[in-house]
Each structure stands twice: as structure tokens, then as C-alpha cells.
């Protein structure tokens, strides 16, 4: 059946209720999988692309008003299939179910029956969308703060996740870096700022990748990019091949009224000792917004002077 994204609110609910909800509607118009403790799958069927993201019970309840999953509010918009792989907390995705699960999508055939596929996800879930397209030959990936992995013999220079060390990350779909091989295209989103996110980024170095920075961004990239209203074209333009360092550059001129942005903008500036750069900056935040740390930085550097 093809099937039309839900409009429904699902806020306000709790977590068994909301999951409920979720894989009835898909059921309804296409199918959904229970994946283990920790996983679930949910498929609509709609467009000849296919979306296929990755992400977190508690992100989906958190991001938006409507506490959908973000692949419905955008394949609904633009008439796409979409997949979603939900986990319940950061697990990485590394489960034998959901191995399996993927197994079984690729000896059906699953995505050869899509035009375009089309691959996303954030953090611990930008992780795992690069490390199942493997199953989606010639996709694209689309990765926000990817981990390559955790395997602590390759990063133990990273201590956010050390209750993960423990997890295998060298058997099936294991090292992110060597998954997106197959890929048509690989896009992988970082601050530059943030060393840890970096030192990944600089794992995922092949042929085939792009690499976009955001830098002072900090550690909520795919955040920012929903509050600035960029994350969706970002998609968009990915799947239909124009995402090239021009479009993102457009896209990401609208940091310029995104004051999270401009804040970090600030205290780098301010730690840095550029007065000069310092007053213009809050010359220019202080014309356009209502913003009294802006306003106070720039009474401070005029006071000398007058």
C-alpha cells in the first residue's frame, strides 16, 4: 500500500504509548519491525526515493513540537518512502537484530526497488547510517558528528562514550569509515572546534566523502540545523545531488541570524583578544536583535574612547 506520513501529534504521550503509535501507523501503510529490547523499524511506503534514517526515541520526542520521527516531516513533504531504524537510547545501533534485520532487507531486495536511497543520521546515529549503507550500494550518506567507531584500540583518545568500550565494533557493520566504501556519495558534517568530532571526521577521509564544517557550532549540529530551517533542504539536495560546497555555503550563511551561533562567535573572539573584530561583531548583532551581552561587550570597548 502506499501510504500517506501522518500528521498527528504525538507529544504529550509516554514513551510505550508513543512507540505504539508509531509502528501501528506504519503497519498501516507499510510495515514495522520489532528489532530486540532496544530497536525498532518502521517503513511507510510513498515516492521512489527512500529516506532511511536513523535515530533515537528520545531525540524524536524531543526535536519537534509534533514529537515525530524528523523522516516523517520531511518525506511527507516531499513525497518520499521513508525507513526509520528507532533505537531506545545511544546504542549505536549495535544489536545481531538489527544486523539481521538489514540482512534480510538486502536478500529481498529491498532497496533495489527505489530510484534514489538516501541515508541519515546524527551523533551515534550518523554512526550507524554510514555503517549500514553498505546494505544500499551506490546511496547516500548523509552523517552530522559521525563516530567511525568506539573500538578503543583505534579511538581511545575519545572518553565520551567509555561505557560503550565493551561493545563490538569490528564484526558485521562494524567500522563506519570502510561501510560508506559503496557509496555514491558520502557527506559528513563536523565543527572543527570540537576536537573529538574532528579526529572522527578525519577517519571518514575517502574518495567519495565531503566533508562540510560549521564551525562554532558546537556539539548540536543537527540542532542548529533545524532551528535554522537548513537541515531539510540539506536532505533534499543530497538526495538529488546538489549538495556541493556552494549550496552548502548558502545554506549556512543563515548562522549570521542564529545567535547560539554568534554567542560562540563571541567568546572565541573575546578569548582570542581580536577588540577590533569584537566591536564589529556586536555593532552588527546589536543593529538586528535584542541581545544584552551584545550590548554590554560593546559599551565596554567604547567606554575608553569616550
Known amino acids: 500500500m502506499d501510504g500517506t506520513f501522518p500528521r498527528t501529534d504525538l507529544s504529550g504521550i509516554d514513551k510505550p504509548e508513543w512507540t505504539r503509535r508509531v509502528m501501528a501507523r506504519a503497519e498501516h501503510d507499510g510495515a514495522a519491525d520489532r528489532l530486540g529490547r532496544s530497536h525498532f523499524a518502521a517503513f511507510i511506503k510513498s515516492g521512489s526515493t527512500l529516506l532511511v534514517t536513523f535515530e533515537t526515541v528520545q531525540g ?5 513540537e509534533s ?46 526497488e ?26 547516500t ?25 565493551r561493545t563490538d565494533f569490528t564484526d558485521r557493520f562494524g567500522y563506519a569509515p570502510d561501510m560508506i566504501d559503496g557509496a555514491a556519495r558520502a557527506y559528513v558534517i563536523y565543527d572543527p572546534a570540537e576536537p573529538l568530532d574532528a579526529m572522527h571526521a578525519a577517519l571518514f577521509t575517502r574518495p567519495n566523502v565531503t566533508k562540510f564544517r560549521m564551525r562554532y557550532m558546537g556539539e548540536a549540529l543537527q540542532s542548529h540545523l533545524l532551528f535554522m530551517k537548513r537541515l531539510f533542504p540539506l536532505l533534499q ?55 544584552p551581552r551584545f550590548a554590554r561587550r560593546l559599551r565596554a570597548l567604547r567606554t575608553p574612547e569616550e
Open 141 to 165: 550518506v548523509v552523517a552530522i558528528q559521525p563516530q567511525a567507531t568506539l573500538d578503543p584500540r583505534v579511538t581511545e583518545w575519545d572518553d565520551r562514550f567509555t561505557d560503550m568500550r
Open 237 to 291: 539536495a543530497a538526495a538529488e545531488d546538489r549538495l556541493t560546497d556552494r549550496y552548502f555555503a548558502g545554506l549556512y550563511r543563515a548562522r549570521r541570524n542564529h545567535l547560539p551561533y554568534l554567542r560562540r562567535l563571541l567568546t572565541r573572539l573575546e578569548a582570542e583578544d581580536r577588540t577590533g573584530l569584537t566591536e564589529v561583531l556586536c555593532r552588527h548583532v546589536t543593529a538586528r536583535f535584542t541581545a
Open 60 to 64: 524524536m520526542r524531543g526535536l519537534t
Open 114 to 139: 527505489f530510484d534514489n536511497v538516501l541515508f541519515y543520521g546524527a551523533g551515534p546515529c550518523g554512526y550507524a547510517a554510514a555503517a549500514f549503507s553498505v546494505a544500499a550500494p551506490g546511496s
Open 67 to 112: 514529537a515525530q520521527p524528523l523522516g516523517w516531516n520531511l518525506s511527507q513533504r516531499l513525497g518520499w518512502s521513508h525507513l526509520l531504524l528507532a533505537s531506545d537510547g545511544d546504542t549505536w545501533f549495535r544489536a545481531p537484530e538489527v544486523y539481521g534485520y538489514f540482512d534480510q532487507l538486502i536478500d529481498d531486495g529491498f532497496f533495489d
